[in-house]
């Protein structure tokens, strides 16, 4: 199978983002703006008429208005369903799956169009991975112990087996994530510090990365190409919370680490860097901040 670069001279397909006023859909919006759009024609979903930022936008409630859906779906090439609840009652984060079956249901009134739904490493728990060095793969038992994460595992379990659609596990998205994408609260930063000394570790990918591999992905799918079921997204390796802090110029002060405090989230993205979504680099958390860092300056720069 051939997943070498798209031509940059083949056509660039319209790509329906859904859930584009969400957290992650923020983020992603400059990135698309800019270098990376240009392997696709972003068109934004929102449920409000009025127009909360620059580019395409469209506007339907994905729940309420199926055959809206339905035709955003067919006027595009690929559908991106990035929305969903983070946290809530039970019947809040349910809505995960409702929306999933809603993306399934508007892309095969639209002939079939290829689905890509944002889901969490939060899916996998707070076990360690058969392989601990290897990290959560994609083939390995999900677990999860939040809410969260079980609403997302649901939603994967309604998709499962579905033609045309990709899963991708998600890491932490530097700005979009509890550390980074929340201003230091009163007092300051406080990290978790463990036995061996060190803070919580996780797989982390900045959002310029993660635009650039959606982008990838959604001309793959648009070329009739056929993707794994699920794709563990997020850059090699893992990164400390000490060091993106650090990285940031940010203080912070450790406290013991509780009980049932989880030390590391490492993903397995053999399947993405394969697919040419990541580079094989380990991550770094000052790449990972600068990424972050031009993010912000291009959204400054456009407002």
């Known amino acids: 199978m051939d997943f070498t670069t798209p ?55 994905p729940l309420a208005d199926p055959a809206a859906y339905a035709a955003a779906a067919r006027a595009a090439d690929v559908v991106l369903a990035l929305a969903g609840a983070t946290s809530g009652s039970a019947a809040d984060l349910a809505c995960n799956v409702a929306l999933a079956r809603a993306a399934l249901a508007a892309a095969e009134a639209a002939g079939g169009r290829p689905v890509i739904l944002a889901s969490s490493a939060a899916v996998y728990g707070a076990g360690l991975p058969p392989d601990p060095e290897r990290g959560w793969s994609e083939a390995d038992s999900c677990d999860p112990v939040s809410a969260y994460g079980a609403a997302k595992c649901a939603m994967e379990a309604a998709v499962a087996g579905r033609p045309g659609v990709t899963v991708l596990r998600i890491g932490n998205v530097a700005g979009a994530d509890a550390l980074l994408g929340r201003p230091a609260p009163e007092g300051g930063r406080v990290l978790d510090r463990f036995t061996d000394g060190t803070t919580p570790r996780r797989s982390y990918i900045g959002p310029q990365a993660l635009a650039r591999a959606l982008v990838r992905l959604a001309r793959f799918a648009a070329a009739g190409i056929a993707l794994p079921e699920r794709i563990n997204l997020a850059l090699p390796g893992t990164v400390s919370m000490a060091a993106l802090l650090e990285a940031a110029g940010e203080a912070w ?51």
């Open 7 to 61: 031509s940059p001279h083949a056509p660039r397909p319209r790509l329906l983002i859904v859930g584009g006023t969400g957290h992650l859909g923020r983020l992603l919006q400059p990135a698309l703006r800019e270098g990376a759009a240009a392997g696709v024609q972003p068109v934004w979903q929102s449920r409000r008429a009025e127009t909360p930022g620059q580019g395409q936008w469209i506007t339907f409630d």
């Open 253 to 303: 002060r450790p406290r013991a680490a509780p009980e049932g405090a989880i030390a590391e989230v490492r993903l397995d993205v053999t399947r993405a860097v394969e697919l040419g979504l990541v580079p094989e680099a380990p991550a770094r958390a000052s790449a990972i901040l600068a990424d972050l860092r031009a993010l912000v300056a291009l959204e400054e720069a456009a407002a």
